[in-house]
Nanobody
Framework: QVQLVESGGGSVPPGGSLRLSCVASGSIYNIKDMGWYRQAPGKERELVALSTSAGRNYAESVKGRFTISRDNAKKTVYLQMNSLKPEDTAVYYC??????????????WGQGTLVTVSS
């Protein structure tokens, strides 16, 4: 089994910054990809940023403002969020695909961390 634990959410004014962290635990052999999703009230969950072996992908709405990074040794993915806007308000979820030593592929989700951007 694998667990993902997010942290770093909070309430900030427009233009502020936050850095989200997500730490994976378990007998992980390899990280296939890790990413961040978010879900705002009344909206569907959407992909915000994804880190894969091929590179990094971002939702159009966050390009130039958010940066995803990964520390494989620490099994941690980060999301640096700058120039935050009210429309960024959402619960942010960490997601990852991992292989165990057994060869099994696991898709795991964190519990979510709330980001609120308001004056």
């Amino acid at each position: 089994q694998v667990q993902l634990v997010e942290s770093g959410g909070g309430s900030v004014p427009p233009g502020g910054s936050l850095r989200l962290s997500c730490v994976a635990s378990g007998s992980i052999y390899n990280i296939k990809d890790m990413g961040w999703y978010r879900q705002a009230p009344g909206k569907e969950r959407e992909l915000v940023a994804l880190s894969t072996s091929a590179g990094r992908n971002y939702a159009e709405s966050v390009k130039g403002r958010f940066t995803i990074s990964r520390d494989n040794a620490k099994k941690t993915v980060y999301l640096q969020m700058n120039s935050l806007k009210p429309e960024d308000t959402a619960v942010y979820y960490c997601n990852g695909r991992f292989t165990f030593y057994s060869g099994s592929l696991i898709n795991a989700w964190g519990q979510g961390t709330l980001v609120t951007v308001s004056s």
